[in-house]
């Protein structure tokens, strides 16, 4: 494992975690959302990333103490509302720094509203698969992940939900995390 792995799954392990059945949000859900992911879909924006990318589109998002904190059942009965969604998606800020809080909120809407689950994350797949714990935990409650930094000089705006070359939208096996196509 080079350094920016081992930097990278030790700022997975190390993020400061908001209190046990909250999340901390960088602003309000979103609903009907075409850009995160395939078909009409909810958006959690999570707050709070230690990979501070050059080019970043949400830089607001990275202060670990900015935002606002909510509760998960909160979250879980606003989603409730929204109609004609097919999924939701994670997005940014990292959201596998609030693993647990995202994985609770990943099961809820598989279970209780039939989505599906994508996630953003600035993290590789390798680095989170080595990371483990809940990270490894919720990675494996979703049914894609677009993975890796955004980098500035490989910005490629031809890309399905990327931003560059470098990132993958990897479909997964739901329950295993195994990646079942690269895109």
């Not at 059945?21 to 075409?34: A, Q, T, V, Y």
């Not at 078909?39 to 998002?61: D, F, I, M, S, Y």
């Not at 953003?120 to 698969?129: A, C, L, P, R």
């Not at 560059?164 to 990897?170: A, C, D, G, H, I």
Request: glycine letters at 12%; aromatic letters at 10%; hydrophobic letters at 35%.
């Amino acid at each position: 494992m080079n350094q920016w792995d081992q930097i990278a799954v030790q700022n997975i392990k190390t993020a400061k975690q908001p209190p046990k059945g909250k999340i901390r949000l960088s602003g309000p859900l979103e609903h009907d959302n075409i850009v995160n992911g395939d078909g009409l879909r909810a958006v959690v924006w999570t707050q709070g990333c230690p990979n501070h990318c050059k080019g970043c589109q949400n830089p607001e998002t990275w202060d670990f103490d900015g935002g606002f904190l909510i509760d998960i059942d909160e979250i879980e009965q606003r989603l409730s509302e929204f109609k004609g969604q097919a999924g939701l998606t994670f997005c940014g800020g990292e959201p596998f720094v609030q693993p647990e809080a995202c994985k609770e909120i990943a099961d809820y809407v598989r279970k209780e509203l039939g989505w599906n689950v994508w996630s953003f994350s600035g993290f590789t797949y390798e680095q989170i698969k080595a990371a483990g714990g809940t990270a490894w935990e919720f990675l494996t409650s979703l049914d894609a992940l677009i993975d890796g930094p955004f980098i500035l000089g490989q910005k490629d705006l031809s890309l399905r939900f990327r931003g560059s070359k470098n990132q993958r939208l990897l479909h997964l096996r739901l329950g295993t995390g195994e990646i079942l196509k690269v895109e």
